[in-house]
């Protein structure tokens, strides 16, 4: 496809793939030909991503309704599928009380997708595939990764970390935000979501990020998703363009409401945990293990505001 854009990055080690506004940076550990295998198998899976997209776009920005779905074949429970727009299918449907479309989920589908092809046939001990801070995840055996988590998107300074061994349910991770590159009708500086997949994760960041909220206020700044991006599906909603500084107590509600929905995607199993900052506040849901920490319930507040303030 012309316009594709893949080279080795100067660290010899990871590969960049980039085709319109899909940018992925891709790492692999293993045997060293398993890897160059891996690495070919991603170009080649990338190569028709952006086109077969676009050919699906108008059903990708449609609300989803259950004659939507009608006839159309979701993702395997595994991830893997035919194209990356039936991951975003599969995804979004799990939300689709939330009046959602399908490209909820684009970027973690994408980097889902990509990871599935590299791993088949193929012996690996760990992949990421990063889409623009959508990651998707593989752990051999015995593997773990250490993924940081930030309190502002716009300014990536690592706040704690969370430990994800093989023995865990995550493989997927998103942050979300108003600050970020997608819109937002929340206030949150960053959000982010631990998933059995990265779509999944992508999925429920948005989610939670839109809900986290304190209400009308004179604080924040809105505009209709059209004016700032004729094509967006979010059409004439109202997005976030900006938050001067809140109260104690509008902070509070606002990440309660992200919380409380985090809780109910974590008990659906739809996402293992979730962590929301906004203003230097931080709160979580799930369990996020830091490796160092004992796992935190999400059936636990008042744990949850303790470790919200430590750092790991």
């Excluded at 108003?178 to 979501?193: E, F, I, P």
């Amino acid at each position: 496809m012309t316009g594709n854009f893949a080279k080795i990055l100067p660290d010899g080690k990871r590969l960049h793939l980039q085709s319109g506004p899909i940018d992925l940076v891709i790492d692999a550990d293993g045997d060293m030909s398993e890897v160059a295998l891996a690495f070919e198998q991603a170009s080649k899976a990338f190569e028709p991503v952006l086109v077969d997209l676009v050919s699906e776009l108008a059903f990708l920005r449609s609300s989803l309704k259950p004659s939507s779905l009608k006839g159309r074949e979701l993702a395997d429970t595994d991830g893997s599928c035919k194209t990356v727009a039936q991951i975003m299918v599969d995804a979004a449907s799990r939300f689709a009380d939330h009046n959602v479309t399908p490209m909820i989920a684009v970027a973690g589908s994408v980097a889902d997708y990509i990871l599935s092809a590299m791993r088949n046939e193929r012996t690996l001990d760990r992949v990421y595939v990063n889409n623009g801070g959508d990651i998707a995840l593989y752990l051999n055996d015995g593997r773990s990764f250490d993924i940081g988590i930030v309190e502002r998107i716009d300014a990536p300074e690592i706040s704690m970390k969370a430990h994800v061994t093989s023995m865990d349910p995550v493989r997927g991770v998103a942050t979300s935000g108003w600050r970020g590159r997608s819109h937002s009708l929340g206030v949150a500086d960053a959000v982010t979501v631990l998933a059995p997949t990265a779509a999944l994760a992508d999925a429920a960041a948005t989610l939670i990020a839109n809900v986290v909220d304190p209400g009308p206020c004179t604080e924040v700044t809105r505009s209709p998703a059209r004016d700032l991006d004729p094509d967006s599906d979010l059409g004439d909603r109202l997005v976030t363009v900006d938050v001067q500084p809140l109260s104690a107590e509008q902070i509070d509600r606002a990440l309660q409401a992200g919380q409380d929905l985090a809780r109910s995607f974590a008990d659906a199993g739809h996402i293992a945990s979730a962590s929301m900052s906004l203003q230097g506040s931080t709160r979580i849901a799930g369990r996020i293990n830091t490796g160092i920490n004992t796992n935190i319930a999400h059936n636990e507040p008042d744990l949850e505001k303790q470790y919200a303030v430590g750092r790991a």
